[in-house]
């Protein structure tokens, strides 16, 4: 019997320490530029809310679908190591193509501050996201599994904490990019003129999948490289189409019934391929229910109302996520498994990934409340059979309004009636009435005429300041906006001579008064699901997978997040129910019925050791012993050059 003795530190492969840290950089590349990329396509590109979202929606999901190509280059052709080389490489250059396309002085001809040729500037950065999509998605399940391969099959206990680790590198690495590329985006750059500083904020993405990938190679002589045997998928596909042609062509009663369809391939393939296969699609047919999961998932930024909360804006809040996986992932793992274990239950991977889904409707359930809460603090809009009038009068008295027939309204000088517009609870918004004798300048704003109003417009939450100008007056006033609040600004004509102490403030809608803390179970609620759910289906489809098909079955896991994506921007179309509360409550109750349906097919399923059925068909087909030795014997001639070549320890016990 041979054992290989890889180098090691405490229990672990020294070569998983490359993996870790080269996934904390690629995480870091891929979340950083995220964090700024919907800010990039409003804010550098122009393009509209819609626009910019579905872009960016399309994006996240290709990212989610090139894992099949990439599962399909390592287990049929090159390998997971040499896939993983050259996919971060592709991934690079889209990161450098990306953060060229953001600086506006290549064809800032005019000098103005703003890219004077938009159709280069889109061209190469949707150029630059393919080739990303293409690499992150690429490398996504290979990396998983490579880290897996390097563990020997005693060391079933590290390969769960791996995956661990594993999932807190990536969050690591969420958590800092999307702190720091907001940040870096908001300073000034440029070689003529300054402007909000992209190419830093999608540089330093750049260069950490650089880095990334030189840690990767730098641990080129530890790793345990398992080869791809031959096209594996194009063997997979024939052979499925083999068994369904065979089945169909024996369909007549007068032919005995087999154990499995796919065993309706025996007459052609080998009983170890078609073992394989159906291992693969036992887990496959386990992923169909699970979309719906990441379709919640996706959608959480969506359920949480209050933006502000721990004082941060709308960018810093997609932190809270990380900062929460970074404490639940240990506490879970060392002391909450260990303690139902302890307990004498059984919580096998997929009892707790049921559970994990029931979290995430529990989050949408707290959601609901929360919003109900919300509902009963805004005003009441009109009907379907009622309109809402807003008065304003600039006059210098009171005066009186009759709307005929007999309705009557009484507005003091630079008051206002009524107010109609809804906006969602995060936001504050604002609008100007001009009742200066000319147009005015106010800060950020477009020029007002007289008599004249702004939209409204969103501002930050906490006190701004306002300038106005006409000509060479001005004067400066500030404000304090609490969130969700709605308000409009009366300018008098004598604004500038009692230097804006005449402008009257009107509060069209109130600031939140449901508590801000009140957000914080629907983070944890879905955040323990995450963890539950997620962690646990990474390990889940490393560990039930064949040898040859690990890539695959990652990959195949990775769809369920695509798919749930593609849900995501389905349901965005389909548009809405008319109360938030109720559409919070369909999500939860849909996802409750998914998991009993996903609880009753991981009751029928039978957790496998694919290396003890692969031995087992072995020996059935009679390799055993000459030729399963001989195999072997080739394999462990194989691995030791590989491993003499890389100098680690091999001992013969
Ligand atoms: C940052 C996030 N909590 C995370 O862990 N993401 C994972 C899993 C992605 C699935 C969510 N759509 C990652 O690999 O980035």
């Known amino acids: 019997m041979l054992v290989y003795l890889t180098a090691e530190c405490c229990g672990y492969p020294i070569s998983i320490f490359f993996i870790v840290v080269n996934e904390f950089c690629e995480r870091f590349s891929y979340y950083g530029m995220r964090a700024v990329l919907v800010l990039y396509f409003r804010y550098f590109l122009l393009w509209d809310d819609d626009l910019a979202t579905s872009i960016y929606h399309a994006f996240v999901a290709l990212c989610y679908l090139t894992p099949i190509l990439g599962a399909i280059i390592a287990d049929s052709w090159l390998g997971k190591f040499k896939t993983i080389i050259y996919l971060s490489i592709v991934y690079a250059i889209g990161q450098v193509t990306m953060a060229i396309s953001t600086i506006h002085d290549i064809t800032d001809a005019n000098r103005d501050g703003t890219p004077d040729n938009f159709t280069f500037h889109i061209a190469l950065s949707m150029l630059g996201l393919i080739l990303i999509a293409l690499g992150t998605g690429g490398i996504k399940p290979c990396v998983a599994a490579f880290g897996g391969d390097q563990f020997q099959e005693h060391q079933s206990r590290q390969l769960n904490t791996f995956f661990s680790v594993f999932y807190l590198c990536i969050n690591a690495g969420s958590l800092l990019s999307t702190l720091i590329t907001p940040v870096l985006r908001a300073q000034e750059c440029g070689i003529h003129t300054q402007q909000q500083c992209y190419p830093l904020a999608f540089g330093v993405p750049a260069v950490l999948m650089v880095i990334s990938l030189v840690v990767f190679i730098a641990g080129s002589g530890m790793y345990v490289k398992t080869d791809p045997e031959g096209n594996i998928m194009w063997s997979v596909c024939k052979c499925i189409g083999f068994a369904i042609k065979n089945r169909f062509r024996h369909r007549s009663s007068s032919y005995p019934k087999r154990e499995h369809w796919m065993d309706w391939a025996n007459e052609k393939y080998d009983k170890l391929l078609i073992a394989q296969i159906k291992m693969v699609l036992k887990v496959l047919f386990l992923y169909i229910p699970l979309p719906m999961f990441w379709t919640l998932f996706d959608q959480k930024v969506s359920i949480c109302h209050f933006s502000g909360l721990l004082g941060g804006l709308p960018d810093q809040m997609q932190t809270v996520n990380p900062i929460l996986i970074l404490t639940l992932v240990p506490i879970m793992d060392r002391l909450i498994f260990p303690l139902i274990q302890k307990c004498g239950l059984n919580f096998s991977p997929l009892k707790r990934m049921t559970v994990g889904m029931l979290f995430a409707a529990m989050a949408f359930v707290s959601a609901a409340l929360v919003q109900i809460e919300i509902d009963k603090t805004l005003p009441n809009f009109p009907s379907s059979s009622e309109s809402q009038l807003k008065v304003v009068n600039t006059y210098s008295t009171t005066l009186n ?33 001009n009742g200066y004798t000319a147009d005015l300048n106010i800060t950020n704003l477009d020029s007002i005429e007289p008599s004249a109003t702004t939209n409204y417009t969103l501002v930050n939450q906490g006190k701004r300041d306002f300038v106005l100008r006409h000509g060479e007056q001005w004067c400066e006033f500030s404000r304090k906006f609490g969130f969700g609040a709605s308000y409009t600004f009366l300018i008098p004509s004598t604004v500038f ?24 179970p629907q983070y944890f609620l879905i955040t323990t699901g995450e963890v539950m759910f997620s962690v646990t289906g990474l390990q889940f489809s490393y560990s039930q997978a064949p040898k040859n098909m690990k890539s695959v079955l990652q990959a195949g896991w990775l769809c369920t997040n695509a798919v749930g994506n593609i849900i995501v921007l389905i349901v965005a179309e389909l548009g809405k129910l008319p109360k938030q509360w109720a559409e919070y409550l369909l999500f939860a109750s849909l996802l409750v019925a998914v998991s009993i349906i996903f609880s009753i097919m991981a009751y029928f399923y039978t957790y496998i050791d694919p290396a003890e059925i692969e031995a087992q068909v072995r020996k059935e087909q009679g390799l055993e012993p000459e030729e399963m030795e001989k195999e072997t014997l080739e394999m462990e001639e194989k691995d030791e050059d590989q491993k003499n070549e890389q100098g680690v320890k091999q001992t013969k016990i």
């Open 401 to 433: 309004v009759t709307i005929s027939p007999n309705e009557h309204l009484l507005i003091e000088s630079f008051g206002v009636q009524l107010h109609t517009s809804k906006h969602t609870y995060s936001t504050i918004s604002c609008m100007f009435v």
């Open 497 to 520: 001579s009692d230097d804006c102490e005449s402008i009257t403030e009107v509060e069209d809608m109130k600031p939140n008064s449901v508590h801000m803390a009140l957000q914080i």
